[in-house]
């Protein structure tokens, strides 16, 4: 099994706050790890991964962990607005396939 | 450079009809893949192609088909429609996988099998 999961609790925050989101994983640890953002009605877009020997990766307001100890990466907006308003997926890397979870619902409180 | 483009946008079929939903990608991606999203299911792989001639299974690919007869194109086919097909489907490309890129998804196909 390949299973990655999600918080499927919304979490709602007011603006201005880090947003945390948590993604877990069961069995060996993937090589990467990727995070994508869904607007209602839309794709998902590609935000940024992180491989298995990264600790933390950043990206403008983004940052990405990953504790292969823990079996979990953990993603973080920081100084989060409205418009970061969206369903967020986490996405394992197998080799050959990747293996989404089910998606946080974040929503920010202006 | 218009990514990946899906067609059609939307689509309702009767229980037994077969369609093909159409799956574009100019970045001359190796990788296509095909998904199903459902709510509470996320995301689940259909089919999947590492390259043009090579298509293999994923999750859930009963009652899909899939071709991969160019770099470009790969489309999805329904052989009877049935009500549980009914979802949203999304068609995807990459870079080869297991090196670190990450997919581009098209805007998906919302279906409904009545």
């Known amino acids: 099994s390949q299973k990655i999961e999600q918080n499927s609790e919304a979490l709602n925050i007011q603006e201005g706050k880090t947003a945390t989101l948590t993604c877990n994983y069961t069995n060996y640890s993937p090589a990467y790890l990727q995070w994508y953002r869904q607007d209602p009605g839309r794709g998902p877009v590609f935000l940024l991964l992180?491989?298995?020997?990264?600790k933390e990766k950043r990206k403008e307001r983004l940052k990405v962990t990953f504790d292969t100890t823990l079996k979990q990466s953990l993603f973080h907006i920081t100084a989060s607005q409205p418009a970061d308003s969206a369903t967020y997926l986490c996405a394992r890397d197998t080799g050959n396939q990747f293996y989404f979870g089910t998606g946080t619902s974040l929503t920010v409180i202006p | 450079n218009a990514g990946v483009t899906q067609t059609p946008k939307f689509q309702v079929l009767k229980t037994g009809q077969s369609m093909t939903l159409q799956c574009a990608q100019d970045?001359?991606?190796?990788?296509m893949s095909w998904y199903r999203q459902d709510p509470g299911m996320g995301l689940r792989l259909i089919h999947y192609s590492v390259g043009a001639g090579i298509t293999d299974q994923g999750e859930v690919p009963n009652g899909y088909n899939v071709s991969r007869s160019t770099t470009e194109d790969f489309p999805l086919r329904l052989l009877s429609a049935a009500p549980s097909q009914t979802s949203v489907y999304f068609c995807?490309?990459?870079?080869?996988?297991?090196?670190?890129?990450?997919?581009?998804f098209g805007s998906g196909t919302r279906l409904t099998v009545v």
């Open positions: 995807a490309s990459s870079y080869p996988t297991g090196v670190g890129y990450g997919y581009t």
């Open positions: 992180i491989r298995e020997n990264e």
């Open positions: 970045m001359n991606h190796e990788y």
